[in-house]
C-alpha cells in the first residue's frame, strides 16, 4: 500500500508539472498567437509588392545609341530575376539567408542562434536574423527601428509574403532594392559604380564584395575601411564554398585575390564615359518634368534617345564661347572667379590641391583647350606663378598674356585667388605658357534644328553650364528686336502686298499714354518711298510701323501666336519691331517654318521615349512611311513619307520671305558677316542701346538662332550689334554643318512667276536687264503686281520733320542683257549699324 501511494505521488506530480508544462506552452501560445493577431492587424498590405516597380534611372542616349547622362534620386538599374547571373544570388544567400529556399519566410534557428549570441556576450554582440524575405518586408513597407515591436510585423509580412510570390520573385525584389553605398540601390548600379562592370562580368570574389555590403555599407567602404571589407569579403566566399555553391579550389584562388575597385582607383569609373551635363541634357530634363511630373520622370526608368548630334553641339559650343570671351576681353575688365584659398593652405602642394579641388568653379570649359582650375601662388614682377589642377608642378602666367586688362598689374591679382588657365602653344604644337582667362559677364545662347522635323541639333545656353545653369536659349525672356520683322512682313505679304510694293521711310510721330514717341531707323536718317525687300534688308523701322498700321497689329499678333512666338502677343506698335519679350528657342521654331515653305513645326529634343518595360510611349516624328515596308524599291527611289501637318503660312509667301531674307544674307545687315557656301536667310535684330543682339537664319534644311546680352540686360557698348556679335557665330557654326549636311536652293513653290524689279524704287524692269539693283521677285498667279503706289500707314508726316533727309544721288543706268540701258533710281545710304534697331 505504502508503495501505492509513493507511485500515486509521482504520477500526481509529474501530472502537476506535466499540466504546468502543457498549460504553460498553451499560455505561451495563447499569447503569442495574440501578440501576432495584434500586430498583425492593419499592417500594410503585401499583395501590392506583386505589381511593385522599384524607382529606376532615367538615362538619356544619343542618337547613336551612346549614354549621355542620367537622372535619380536613387541610382538604380532594374534587373529581372531571371537576367541575374546564379553566382551573384549565391554570393547573396550565403551572406544573408543560408536556408532562403527552404523557409517560409523566418528562420527560427537563425532566430535562436541570435538570442543564445546575445546572451552569451551579455549583450555586446547581437547580430541579426533576418531573412531575406524579412529585409524585403522592412525595406518596403515597414521602418529600419530595432524595436520587437517592428520584427513581430517584419515575420508576419514575410510569412504572408511567402505564400504570395514564388522565391525568385522575392529575391527579385531584394536585389534591386538594397542599398549597397556609394548612392548605388540594387546589385546591377552596384557592379557598375564599383568594378564598371555588368552582373555577368563579375568573378566570384567581386560577387561576394557586393554581397558583403548589406550588412552595413558605410562600415565597409572600399577605401576608408578595406581591411574590414576584406575579411567580410572572405567570410562570404568560405559561407559560398561551404553552401556547395563555388569548390575547394575556387575557394583559395579567389581569397588571395586583392581588393580591386573603382575607388581605390583600379578600374576606370563608368562616369568617365559620360560628357559633361550640359544644357541639352539638362533641358530634356526639364521638359520631360513639366511633362511626366518630376518624381515620375527621376524614378521612371526612361530610356531617352535625344536629338543632339555631338559634334554639331561642340561646335556650337565653341561658336558661341568664342564670341562672348572676345566681347569681354575687349572690355579689358578682370573679375576672375571671386574664389579665394586660405593662404595657409598655399604653404604645402597637398594642402593647395586638396582645397583647389574642391573650389567651386567651371571645369567643362573647352575652348582653344581645357580651362583648368589654378591658383595664384605667387606674384613676381613680370610673372603670375600658378598651381594648376591635374596638372604636375606648377606653371608660369607672363605679364605680356594680361595686357588686355586695365588696371595695375598687383591690383588686379593676390596670392590665393582662384582662377582659370590655359595652355598657349607655339606653332609647332609645343608648350609655351599658360594664359589667363574668365567666365565672361555678358551671356547668350545658341540653338540649331532641322527645318523639316524640328530636331534640335545642338542648344547652348551660356559660356559654362557648371558656372550657370540658367539656360538663356529657353528660359531667358528677351527683346527680339529686329528679328521679330518678318512676321510683320509675313502677315502683309499674306495680305496683299508683294516684296516690290512702296512704303514711305518718313518720320512719324506717335501720341502714348508716356508721351510723345518719335521712333526712327538706326542710321537716323529718312529714305522716302521704298520697295519692302529693301526695308527688310536694311532693317528699316519707319517702314516697318508703316506697314504695321496698313496691316493692322491685331493681324500682326495673330502671326506671332500662331508660329508661336508668343502665347498673347500686346497690339502695339512698338511690338512690331519687337519689343515684346520672348526666347530664342521659339524664334528658331518660328522661322523653321520659313525655310521649309510655311509648314507647321513642333521642335524637339527627344525623338523617343521607352519606358522601363521597353514600350515606347513618345514618338516625335508621326509622318507616315508609306513605301518602307517594300522589301526593295527601283534604284534610286527613296521611300515616300506622307506628311498631314498644318501649313501656317501659304508656301508662295513664305518663298517670298524667304527671298527678301536671302536678301539680308546677301547685301543687307548680316551681309559682312555671314558668307557660306550655300543659299542663306536670315534677320539681325538689335534693341535699344544694344540690350539685345540676335542673328535668326536658315539654309535649306538647317535653322539656327544666336542671342547675346547680359543676364540683367543694359547696354553693351558701340558696335554690339547682332550683324557683329551673332553673325559670326552663326557661321562658324553653319560653316561646319554645311560640310556635314550639306544644303541647296531654296524651293520654288508652284503657282507664280518671276519679274524682275528695281530693289530701290519697285519699278518693273524687262526679262533682260541685269544689274546690282535687279531682283528677280516672284509673283502669284492670277495676280498682277501694281507698281508705283506708295503706302503710309496712315501717319501723317511729323511736323517740321524732313520727309526725306539729304541722301541726293543722281540715278544709274544699267546695261541689259540684250544690249540695251535701264535707268535706277538713286542708291540711298545704308546708315552707320548693320542690324536695325528696337526704336
Not at 512698338?574 to 528658331?588: H, K, W
Not at 542663306?680 to 538689335?686: D, L, Q, S, V
Request: charged share 25%.
Amino acid at each position: 500500500m505504502k508503495g501505492d501511494g509513493v507511485l500515486r505521488f509521482i504520477f500526481s506530480f509529474f501530472g502537476s508539472i506535466f499540466s504546468l508544462i502543457t498549460m504553460g506552452i498553451a499560455a505561451i501560445a495563447l499569447t503569442i498567437g495574440a501578440v501576432f493577431w495584434v500586430y498583425g492587424r492593419d499592417l500594410p498590405s503585401h499583395e501590392s509588392l506583386a505589381q511593385y516597380q522599384p524607382p529606376t534611372i532615367s538615362r538619356i542616349y544619343s542618337g547613336e545609341g551612346a549614354l549621355i547622362d542620367e537622372f535619380a534620386k536613387e541610382r538604380r538599374l532594374f534587373t529581372s530575376a531571371e537576367d541575374v547571373p546564379a553566382l551573384i544570388k549565391q554570393a547573396f544567400i550565403s551572406a544573408e539567408d543560408k536556408n532562403f529556399y527552404t523557409h517560409q519566410g523566418y528562420d527560427m534557428r537563425g532566430i535562436a542562434a541570435a538570442g543564445v549570441e546575445a546572451v552569451r556576450s551579455r549583450g555586446s554582440n547581437v547580430r541579426g536574423a533576418s531573412t531575406i524575405t524579412q529585409q524585403v518586408m522592412k525595406n518596403f513597407l515597414l521602418d529600419g527601428s530595432r524595436r520587437a515591436e517592428r520584427k513581430i510585423k517584419e515575420i508576419i509580412l514575410a510569412s504572408r509574403l511567402e505564400e504570395t510570390l514564388d522565391k525568385e520573385a522575392i529575391l527579385e525584389l531584394y536585389l534591386n532594392e538594397i542599398f549597397l553605398g556609394q548612392n548605388s540601390y540594387g546589385v546591377t548600379a552596384a557592379a557598375q559604380t564599383y568594378f564598371n562592370k555588368t552582373l555577368g562580368e563579375l568573378v566570384p570574389h567581386e560577387a561576394a564584395m557586393l554581397a558583403s555590403l548589406p550588412k552595413a555599407p558605410s562600415d565597409f567602404h572600399p577605401v576608408r575601411r578595406k581591411d574590414r571589407l576584406l575579411q567580410r569579403r572572405n567570410f562570404v566566399l568560405k559561407e559560398m564554398m561551404e553552401n556547395g555553391y563555388i569548390s575547394e579550389a575556387v575557394y583559395e584562388v579567389e581569397r588571395q585575390q586583392p581588393l580591386r575597385t573603382v575607388q581605390n582607383g583600379d578600374f576606370q569609373s563608368f562616369r568617365t564615359v559620360l560628357p559633361p551635363r550640359d544644357y541639352f541634357t539638362d533641358e530634356i530634363r526639364r521638359q520631360l518634368s513639366d511633362d511626366f511630373g518630376e518624381g515620375e520622370f527621376f524614378t521612371g526608368g526612361f530610356t531617352v534617345r535625344a536629338t543632339i548630334d555631338h559634334e554639331m553641339q561642340a561646335e556650337a559650343a565653341v561658336a558661341l564661347r568664342k564670341e562672348l570671351e572676345k566681347f569681354d576681353r575687349n572690355k579689358g575688365l578682370w573679375r576672375g572667379t571671386k574664389v579665394k584659398l586660405p593662404i595657409e593652405a598655399l604653404n604645402a602642394e597637398e594642402t593647395w590641391r586638396k582645397e583647389l579641388a574642391n573650389a567651386s568653379v567651371p571645369r567643362d570649359i573647352e575652348l582653344n583647350g581645357t580651362w583648368y582650375p589654378a591658383v595664384v601662388l605667387g606674384i613676381e614682377d613680370q610673372t603670375l606663378t600658378v598651381g594648376i589642377e591635374k596638372q604636375e608642378g606648377t606653371g608660369t602666367v607672363p605679364r605680356s598674356d594680361i595686357r588686355w586688362m586695365k588696371g595695375n598689374f598687383f591690383d588686379n591679382f593676390a596670392e590665393g585667388d582662384v582662377v582659370l588657365v590655359r595652355a598657349i602653344t607655339n606653332n609647332d604644337g609645343s608648350f609655351s605658357n599658360w594664359s589667363l582667362r574668365q567666365v565672361p559677364e555678358v551671356q547668350g545662347g545658341f540653338v540649331a534644328m532641322d527645318v523639316n522635323s524640328g530636331r534640335v541639333l545642338a542648344m547652348q545656353g551660356g559660356f559654362s553650364y557648371q558656372h550657370s545653369v540658367f539656360n538663356r536659349a529657353t528660359q531667358a525672356q528677351r527683346q527680339p528686336g529686329s528679328s521679330f520683322k518678318p512676321f510683320v512682313y509675313a502677315a502683309a505679304l499674306d495680305s496683299g502686298y508683294s516684296p516690290a510694293t512702296i512704303v514711305v521711310d518718313a518720320p512719324i510721330e506717335i501720341n502714348t499714354p508716356q508721351g510723345l514717341w518719335r521712333p526712327k531707323n538706326s542710321s537716323n536718317k529718312f529714305y522716302g518711298p521704298t520697295p519692302l525687300r529693301t526695308g527688310i534688308e536694311q532693317s528699316r523701322n519707319l517702314m516697318t510701323i508703316r506697314l504695321a498700321e496698313e496691316v493692322s497689329m491685331e493681324v500682326i499678333a495673330g502671326y506671332a501666336e500662331r508660329f508661336g512666338v508668343y502665347d498673347n502677343m500686346g497690339a502695339y506698335l512698338a511690338n512690331s519691331l519687337g519689343a515684346e519679350e520672348t526666347t530664342l528657342y521659339q524664334m528658331v521654331a518660328a522661322y523653321a517654318m520659313f525655310a521649309n515653305g510655311g509648314e507647321r513645326v513642333e521642335p524637339t529634343l527627344v525623338d523617343r521615349i521607352q519606358d522601363r518595360s521597353g514600350r515606347t510611349i513618345y514618338r516625335h516624328d508621326d509622318r507616315n512611311c508609306v513605301d518602307c515596308t517594300i522589301p526593295a524599291l527601283p534604284a534610286g527611289e527613296a521611300p515616300r513619307i506622307v506628311t498631314n501637318r498644318e501649313q501656317v503660312m501659304d508656301p508662295i509667301t513664305a518663298y517670298q520671305l524667304t527671298s527678301m531674307m536671302k536678301g539680308v544674307v546677301d547685301r543687307g545687315t548680316a551681309s559682312s558677316h555671314i558668307n557660306l557656301p550655300v543659299p542663306t536667310a536670315g534677320k539681325t535684330g538689335t534693341t535699344n542701346d544694344s540690350r539685345d543682339a540676335w542673328f535668326v537664319g536658315f539654309t535649306s534644311n538647317i535653322v539656327a538662332g544666336c542671342y547675346i546680352g547680359y543676364d540683367n540686360p543694359r547696354p553693351m557698348g558701340r558696335g554690339a550689334y547682332g550683324g557683329t556679335l551673332c553673325g559670326p557665330v552663326f557661321q562658324q557654326f553653319m560653316t561646319k554643318a554645311t560640310e556635314k549636311y550639306g544644303g541647296g536652293p531654296f524651293a520654288v513653290p508652284e503657282g507664280g512667276r518671276f519679274i524682275k524689279i528695281d530693289r530701290f524704287t519697285g519699278s518693273r524692269l524687262s526679262d533682260d536687264a541685269s544689274g546690282a539693283y535687279v531682283v528677280s521677285e516672284y509673283f502669284r498667279d492670277g495676280e498682277e503686281p501694281i507698281f508705283g503706289v506708295s503706302y503710309d500707314g496712315g501717319f501723317a508726316i511729323g511736323s517740321n520733320l524732313p520727309l526725306v533727309e539729304e541722301v541726293r544721288q543722281s540715278g544709274r543706268k544699267v546695261k541689259t542683257s540684250s544690249g540695251g540701258t535701264a535707268v535706277l533710281g538713286p542708291k540711298a545710304s545704308f546708315g552707320t549699324i548693320s542690324s536695325g534697331g528696337l526704336y
